[in-house]
């Protein structure tokens, strides 16, 4: 059974540029949900992707979108980068069930840099 | 508002002592759900505990053993024995009834366990 993974590992990024992060779902995961954790801190819910449609977004601004696909891997898009950010941004999936589950499977992130 | 706070940035023992991480969560749902997750360094979160809230049984996995007290709006996490693999940052979270996925963190608690 494969794992949650990401990709990239690290990105660095300039401000006001986009970057697009990448995850795939553990095998029979059918929810996809993202999570931004700065440094020091605990992570935070950006939004949730269940059956390719967004399932729950948390305070983040329009300029964070995401997508998932028919195999029920996502992508998890940032324009205008602002320095804040920078930050370890998680992936976890669950499932199979209706969106919400009791246990998620995490990643190991994507450290994002911006300059 | 729901929110979880972890009063205890750092903690720091030596290998074979007993510690408790605390966690404290504010929440005016009557039916909610906690968890811990370990983060080692590589990043991942590991899922540790899921506890609902109508669920006060304590409970022993090993080494761990979790107390839950509605009381005090508690959910203390204990490892006796500690070794030194379980150095890692612990995290505290709280999900609502409808979306158990859309998880609200605490800051967490840097546990050092020496040898």
């Known amino acids: 059974e494969t794992g949650v993974t990401q990709s990239p590992t690290h990105l660095i990024k300039t401000r006001g540029q986009q970057v697009t992060l990448r995850c795939s779902s553990q095998?029979?995961?059918?929810?996809v949900s993202w999570y931004q954790q700065a440094l020091g801190q605990g992570p935070q819910f950006i939004f949730q992707?269940?059956?390719?449609?967004?399932?729950g977004r948390g305070n983040f601004p329009p300029r964070f979108s995401g997508l998932q696909f028919p195999n029920y891997s996502s992508e998890l898009n940032v324009n205008a980068l602002e320095l804040d950010d920078s930050a370890l941004y998680l992936c976890?999936?669950?499932?199979?069930?209706?969106?919400?589950?009791?246990?998620?499977?995490f990643g190991p992130g994507t450290r994002l840099t911006v300059t | 508002a729901q929110k979880v706070t972890q009063a205890q940035t750092e903690i720091s023992v030596v290998e074979k002592e007993d510690v408790t991480l605390d966690c404290v969560y504010e929440?005016?749902?009557?039916?909610?759900?906690l968890f811990w997750y370990k983060q080692p360094p590589s990043g991942e979160l590991v899922f540790l505990i899921r506890?609902?809230?109508?669920?006060?049984q304590n409970e022993i996995s090993g080494r761990y053993s979790w107390n839950f007290q509605k009381s005090t709006s508690s959910f203390n996490f204990t490892i006796t024995a500690s070794q030194v693999v379980d150095s890692a940052v612990y995290f505290c979270?709280?999900?609502?009834?409808?979306?158990?996925?859309?998880?609200?963190f605490g800051t967490g608690t840097r546990l050092q366990v020496f040898p």
């Open positions: 095998s029979g995961h059918n929810t």
């Open positions: 929440t005016r749902d009557t039916t909610y759900y």
């Open positions: 979270a709280l999900g609502n009834e409808y979306n158990t996925d859309k998880l609200i």
């Open positions: 976890a999936s669950s499932g199979p069930g209706n969106g919400s589950s009791y246990e998620q499977y």
């Open positions: 992707y269940y059956r390719e449609e967004e399932n």
């Open positions: 506890r609902n809230s109508f669920d006060e």
